[in-house]
């Protein structure tokens, strides 16, 4: 029998057929009415984050996070928290250099998305660019591994949520620069 499900229920605790209730210590300090003590509601730790969806010759830049990371072994683009005071823009380009060496021209802003996870809200914001170079190879400094990947391939990798997201929000639109371009609103 499963008690905390059946018998002693934190809305109805139905002592009279709990095959416990002489061991009970609640029914013994008349306390049953206050159980289950709950613990005090935590609030999310807010965390802001960028990335770039880098785009070369209709390839998509992906990279595969280093094993004994958070999300250890999935693939993502590169990114990560905001500054203090600084731009996601900014700070989506800064973390494209830092991960990779990777140069990369203007930015066109593609979607923000929200994401919950155990005790932290993240709002992702994503950017899609192009290299300043075509022959620029990157050089992985919190990645195991990279791939140039189309975007119709991309279901074949594991992302955290939030990238999962930044794809769904892409859906069928066009992965060029030529969409973003010819929408100011998205610089």
């Not at 609640?26 to 960028?50: F, N, Q």
């Not at 990335?51 to 683009?77: A, H, Y």
């Not at 155990?118 to 075509?134: A, P």
């Amino acid at each position: 029998m499963e008690l905390g499900a059946l018998v002693c229920t934190p809305a109805k605790p139905d002592c009279e057929q709990c095959p416990v209730s002489g061991l009970c210590r609640a029914r013994r300090v008349d306390s049953v009415d206050l159980r289950p003590v709950t613990g005090r509601k935590v609030g999310r730790v807010r965390i802001e984050m960028a990335c770039g969806i880098i785009i070369r010759e209709g390839r998509i830049f992906i990279q595969q996070r280093l094993g004994d990371d958070v999300w250890g072994g999935l693939w993502e683009f590169p990114g990560g928290r905001l500054e203090d005071g600084e731009a996601p823009e900014a700070a989506a380009r800064r973390e494209i250099l830092e991960e990779t060496g990777l140069q990369v021209g203007p930015l066109y802003h593609v979607a923000t998305v929200q994401h919950g996870f155990t005790r932290y809200q993240v709002t992702l914001h994503g950017f899609l660019c192009q290299l300043t170079s075509s022959a620029a190879t990157p050089v992985l400094h919190a990645a195991q591994e990279f791939f140039w990947v189309r975007p119709a391939e991309l279901g074949r990798y594991a992302f955290p949520a939030g990238h999962r997201k930044l794809i769904e929000q892409m859906g069928d639109r066009e992965w060029s620069l030529d969409f973003f371009s010819k929408n100011p609103k998205n610089r």
